[in-house]
């Protein structure tokens, strides 16, 4: 679709694929789904890490600093198991 379709086609499409060979859709398929349950991953991760801290600092054992510390963790492990799809 890629090569021989329009414009039009191509803008209104949910997903594109931009070569004619059709043996890539399974790839394709693959990589959408593992690319979801990533996505749920981070989520999970993400919002497990702030309700740890969100309990510590309820708690008064959590400061700012150790705030700022677990935000930019978290969005490290989130970053990087992100990448993982860069092997796929």
């Known amino acids: 679709m890629g090569a021989a379709g329009t414009g039009t086609a191509i803008e209104t499409a949910d997903v594109a694929l931009m070569d004619d060979d059709l043996r ?8 959408s789904r593992d690319t979801h349950a ?3 991953q981070n989520i ?4 497990g890490i702030k309700a ?10 959590g400061t700012m ?23 796929k």
């Open 38 to 40: 990533i996505l749920i």
């Open 24 to 31: 890539k859709l399974p790839r394709f398929v693959r990589l």
């Open 52 to 61: 740890v801290f969100l309990v510590l600092a309820l708690t008064g054992a």
């Open 44 to 47: 999970t991760l993400a919002l």
């Open 65 to 87: 600093w150790m705030a700022m510390f677990v935000d930019v963790g978290a969005r490290l492990l989130v970053l990087g198991n992100g990448l993982r799809l860069l092997r």
